[in-house]
């Protein structure tokens, strides 16, 4: 990998983070396109996603903040623990558990086995599909202040399915809160701060690796390079944040899942005709 073709995976992590279309199957995809044809490999993609959600802490961060605040104080015994803030708190703290649990216990299937570009079509056509059926489905009743530690547990599971690449963390955790009855914003909202602690955890712990040069973190990159698209998917992704806000405030998934059924169709003709490799 080259200087070049890091920031141009970074411009990818940042267009595709915080849409329902799957970050880590586009550079997964892409790095097959790239001169050296290389997959980036599970650890650049977690590292760099560190850039992303970086800029959610920085796009939320009044709101993160004043959760944090209520959960502690409500430790403390100053806030009382019915509080919207307080509750959110607990919601993010018990969401993330299902994908930190299945994240270590299938790790070794993550990082080899599941990246798999067969895989990664049928992914994208499926969970597109679902999205599909969620969006025409949904009520829509449901705003933040109704989320529930039951349906918590349920955004929980949703996102943990972005394990396999394709699905997409806030495509699987919009989805589940779509069905759920939640607005659009309110299930996109949710599944971006639900991302904080799995994101930063996971990124975190690959960055250790790759600095330490522990067995499992090699890939066709330097330190430098993976910095690089970190910070342009930080500056890239601050901006999809607000743009996707505003568009799903008034629009449909739609055209997420055509692009979704699109990319899935087009990745089978190219592996059976043999351009790329799975």
Known sequence: ?????????????????FLPISSSAHLFIVGKFLPTGEDPGAAFTAVSQLGTETAVLVFFWRDIVRIIKAWFGSLRGSVPRDTPDVRMGW???????????????????????????????????????ILAVADSVASQERELKDLSYKHGIIYGFAQALALIPGVSRSGGTITAGLLMGYTREAAARYSFLLA????????????????????GAEGPFNIGQIALATVIAFGVGYLI???FLKFIST????????YRIALGLLLFILLGLGVITA
Do not use: D
């Open 241 to 243: 944040i607000g743009w």
């Open 1 to 17: 990998m080259n200087w070049f073709e890091a920031a141009f995976l970074g411009l990818i992590q940042g267009l595709t983070e």
């Open 196 to 215: 904080i602690p799995a994101v930063f955890g996971s990124g975190l712990y690959e960055l250790y690796k790759v600095l330490g040069k522990h067995e």
């Open 251 to 258: 629009k449909s998934f739609r055209p997420f899942v055509w």
């Open 91 to 129: 919601l993010v703290i018990i969401g993330t558990i299902p994908i930190a649990i299945l994240g270590v216990v299938f790790q070794h299937y993550i990082e080899s086995t599941l990246r798999n570009l067969w895989i990664v079509a049928c992914t994208l056509i499926v969970f597109g599909l």
